[in-house]
């Protein structure tokens, strides 16, 4: 990846790009910009950012799927009459733009966000980017082969059956698939518009954290964004229940595939994870109805009455599913919105006491022959475990976990429930073996200091984290505080204020708003939540008390854990 940010010269970092641009295959752009704009624009974001911009993405490139809105640029949907050159940018594109990231170009797609191969385009086949006789995924194929060539730091691509997943496995990259309605859809072509969601892709948890940091939000022009809910958890449990789809659910994974997803788990059960097998049956059923129901219908309503006026350059399996989805009647639409509803329940109900599902994310990774000799078969299979994640209003990363000798790369999509996007990043990160600090996809949350047995190792820190806490950071207060002993079944310290103090050690962690009320409730008199000066002079949310100076004063002992260990007191545990 060529960041435009880290060099002294932006001349040679944007001649750089353009030689590794030029060496990568064509079929990856629809719209290349060219390097005199690159330029243009790493300046502005330099200028931007001596004269004191704070840019969370200053120089970072990025691409964007050609049926995402770029002011200027040609919307094409991969096909060539229906370009169309918008005056105004995607939400997406200019929250990225405004956070310091460069546009590259726009890249190539299956048609009008139909298909999961990367082979359906006028503008020619994507390969991936680690073995050109395979196809890159669909239909985010150029964004995904983007990434993978190391061309960009992110790009966009958009998500109904699978498109911000598939292309992740077949390009050894991270993929995330939000939850429907957190990132903005004005400026996106729709395909199916009840289902459809912009993804990220990436080559680290931490930098997809970061990009969704930026892009995430409601849209005041999107009428289906929607913010986090105030229940989002801030974190993945240390010890999280996954669950795992039964044997006869895997059948469509060949016996080298099925091992290297069962290493998958194993490295799970490695870090910890408790594993529950379920029956994904349901899901499966589900995942038909996308192409082989009454919702298909949606693509017709996007997209069929253009393919029909223009069907030169349409693709031939994209033209068949458009003119077969303007045939559906309006009842079988509703069945299969109802059939729906019912899997919803089914999988809510599978999936209770569970932290998320684990899935491969493709069973096969077809070569560009194979597909050619059965377009619409190989599609089928490849969105086997992808078509229901959408139509079940779920959130999925897609984590690639390396090549399977003769079949391809292979990768898994973890499954959380909607606005547990965090969860799924997290466990993507120690799968990774990356920071989960650095994986904070920065959801609305409040800080609350702990000072004693909610810290870390702690007895009451299971609290915490079975509410979803994040862990953000050590802090000391101001040296205005004194901590008294509160004896109990648990002691537990009460930092007061005080006129002469000391600054105490202690713990910043993140609560949802929701988490946080419940452990209002669960505080004991005379702890209590108040106002507490850290030593920085910021003032947080913490653990204080109402005492009556008779508790042991403690202070000396320069904080909760120096105390315990000092103290011939056996441990509460």
Known sequence: MISLSSSDSVSTDVAALETALDAAPASIWITRRSAKEIQADAESVRARVAAGAALPLAGLTFAVKDNIDVAGLPTTAAHPAFARVPAKSATVVTRLLDAGAILVGKTNMDQFATGLVGTRSPYGVVTSALDPERVSGGSSSGSGAAVGHDLVDVSLGTDTAGSGRVPAAFNGILGVKPTLGLLPLDGVLPASPSYDTVSVFTRTTGLAARVMSVVAGPSTTDPKSRPWALDAPQAAPPRPVIAVPRRADLASLSPAVLAAFDETIARFEALGAETRTIDISPFLATARL????????????????????????????????????????????????QAVAAAMLLARQALDGTDALIIPTAPIHPTVAEVAADPLGVNSIVGTFTNFVNLMDMAAVAVPTGEVSGEGHFGVSIVTPTFHDQVALDLAARLLGESEQDAALGTPGVDVAVFGAHLSGEPLNPQLQALCARFVGEVRTSDRFRMLLVEGSVDRPAVIRATE????????????????????????????????????????????????????????????????????????A
């Open 501 to 572: 103090g000391a600054e105490l050690p202690g713990e910043l962690w993140r609560l949802s708003p929701l988490a946080l009320s419940t452990l209002l409730r669960s505080i004991a008199a005379p702890l209590a939540l108040g106002e507490i000066e850290l030593s920085d002079g910021s003032s947080v949310l913490g653990f204080t008390a109402s005492v009556d100076l008779t508790e042991r004063d403690v202070t000396a002992f320069g904080g909760w854990r120096a105390y315990r260990a000092a103290s011939v007191v056996p441990a509460n």
């Open 290 to 337: 996308l192409y082989g129901g009454g919702l298909v219908s949606e693509r017709a309503w996007s997209y069929g009455a253009f393919l029909a006026a223009h069907p030169e350059e349409a693709d031939p399996s994209v033209a068949a599913i458009a003119a077969r989805a303007a045939k559906i009647d309006g009842t079988t639409v509703i069945d299969a919105q």
